[in-house]
């Protein structure tokens, strides 16, 4: 069983348009995030949240609305896609929120033309 | 403002050599340190944490050692395999906030046979 599954693997959209990522976790953590590796690869924090409650909303565009319905998923919508969104964006979760032995999903790459 | 710095060069060693990657940091006083394996088109996977009083980790052919006075935190991974390959990722917590972790860009390393 994967641990941390994200979906789409895959993302292709024109400017402009809406679309979401979902993630789930069968781990029982308690805290799930969003990072984004851009092209350069650094990996990047956007939101975490712990127990369906956001705890850290980084410096992200109002357009990217994250959404966790339990504490075992974490979807990340976005609105109006720009070409800059462009990048893997990845689901992660850990078991507390002090960031220690985080697990990754496999990443959707989104390709924004 | 706080920086981590990897090797952006790839690392190509013999198979059965040890390699020695490197990650150093600025401007801080870390409480722990993590890597993480990363392999092309998947999330990255947690390797090992050492914390700040902690002067070396190992499990099984991984050692990990962290210099708090040079800043620094060296990966070994001994008796190399070409399934070693793969971009290894530094993480610490943040300066600002230790609910947020601040990721290396990552070194290549190639092992060949």
């Known amino acids: 069983d994967t641990a941390v599954s994200q979906t789409p693997k895959y993302l292709v959209t024109q400017m402009g348009n809406d679309k979401s990522i979902k993630c789930e976790q069968n781990l029982g953590h308690d805290t799930m995030y969003w990072y984004k590796q851009d092209s350069k690869k650094f990996l990047k924090i956007m939101f975490s949240y712990n127990n369906k409650e956001l705890i850290i909303n980084e410096t992200v565009p109002n357009r990217f609305s994250p959404k966790s319905p339990d504490k075992a998923h974490l979807n990340l919508h976005i609105n109006s896609l720009e070409l800059g969104d462009s990048a893997v964006y990845f689901c992660?979760?850990?078991?507390?929120?002090?960031?220690?032995?985080?697990?990754f999903g496999s990443g959707t790459q989104l390709s924004v033309l | 403002s706080q920086k981590i710095e990897q090797n952006s060069e790839a690392l190509n060693i013999q198979e059965g050599k040890t390699a020695t990657l490197t990650c150093n940091y600025t401007n801080y006083s870390p409480a722990y340190l993590q890597w993480y394996r990363q392999d092309p088109g998947r999330g990255p996977v947690f390797l090992l944490l050492?914390?700040?009083?902690?002067k070396e980790k190992r499990k099984e052919r991984l050692k990990v050692t962290f210099d708090t006075t040079l800043k620094q935190s060296l990966f070994h991974i001994t008796a190399s395999q070409p399934a070693d390959s793969a971009t290894y990722l530094c993480?610490?917590?943040?300066?600002?906030?230790?609910?947020?972790?601040?990721f290396g860009s990552g070194t290549r390393l190639l092992v060949r046979p």
């Open positions: 992660a979760s850990s078991r507390a929120t002090t960031n220690e032995k985080l697990f």
């Open positions: 993480a610490l917590p943040r300066m600002d906030s230790s609910y947020k972790l601040i």
């Open positions: 050492i914390r700040e009083n902690e």
